[in-house]
Structures are given as structure tokens and as C-alpha cells.
């Protein structure tokens, strides 16, 4: 059963890495190079769409971990898998605290009603979003080595 939950967390958090590096290195490059105001509605259309997505990909990935942790606390690789629980966990909070907040405003922008700022709040998004891609790829990674231990 824990060999199960292993692998199942493992896969769930490798398919949210993949997604969230391909928002950040693919579809925005593909967004920004869209004509006129296509790419601004892009961003909102994938903001409301990801973001009714991701809070139950973010918070199961860090459920699973936090089971795997516990379960298997008496096992080789337990550490690696709680901090990868605990990457996942300041994942968590900078969403809530940094993107999120953008991307609320962001998925309501229309041509006709989005702010004067709209293309440095997305920027901003996009560099958080690196970071989270970062913390995101280092946790897999611990589990990935955890598994394999």
C-alpha cells in the first residue's frame, strides 16, 4: 500500500510540475506573442480555467506528501519526503499570498476595464510564478530520490 501512495504522489506532483513549467516557459511566451488584445484575454481565460484547477492540485499534492510522510516515517528517504512536503507547503503559501491575488484581478481584465498596470502585474505574476516553479521542481525531485531509496 505505501509502495502505492509513493508512486501516486510522485506522479500527481511530477504532472503539476509539468503544468506549471509549461505555463511559465511555454504558454506565456505563446500568450505575450499573440496579436493585439488576444494575449491579455488568453491570460485571463487560463487564469480563471487553472485557477479553479490548481488550489486542489497544490493542496492534494501536499496531502499525499503529508500521508507518504507519515506512513512511511520509519522508512529510508522520510526526510527527503518531509521537506518536499515542506516545499510544497511554502508553495502553497506564496500562491496564496503572491499569485493568486494577481491572478483574481487578472482572470476579471477585459480590454475595456483592465488596469493601466496590467502588463507589469502580469510580469510580477510570471516572476513569482518562477520562483513556485522552482520550489515545485526541488520537491518532485526529493520524491523522486525518496522513491528510489
Not at 52 to 73: D, H, K, N, Q, R
Amino acid at each position: 500500500m505505501l509502495n502505492a501512495l509513493e508512486v501516486v504522489t510522485t506522479v500527481i506532483v511530477g504532472l503539476m510540475v509539468g503544468v506549471e513549467f509549461s505555463v511559465a516557459f511555454i504558454m506565456n511566451r505563446i500568450l505575450d506573442a499573440l496579436p493585439e488584445d488576444s494575449g491579455q484575454l488568453g491570460h485571463a481565460h487560463g487564469g480563471r480555467m487553472l485557477g479553479a484547477l490548481m488550489p486542489f492540485w497544490y493542496i492534494g499534492s501536499l496531502v499525499l506528501s503529508t500521508i507518504w510522510a507519515i506512513a512511511g516515517w520509519h522508512h529510508h528517504g522520510a526526510g527527503l519526503v518531509v521537506t518536499a512536503a515542506g516545499l510544497l507547503i511554502v508553495s502553497v503559501v506564496m500562491s496564496i499570498l503572491l499569485l493568486v491575488p494577481i491572478n483574481n484581478r487578472n482572470k476579471t481584465w477585459t480590454p475595456e476595464n483592465r488596469p493601466a498596470d496590467w502588463k507589469e502585474q502580469l510580469h510580477r505574476w510570471e516572476r513569482w510564478h518562477y520562483v513556485r516553479v522552482a520550489v515545485i521542481i526541488a520537491a518532485f525531485a526529493l520524491l523522486v530520490s525518496a522513491l528510489v531509496r
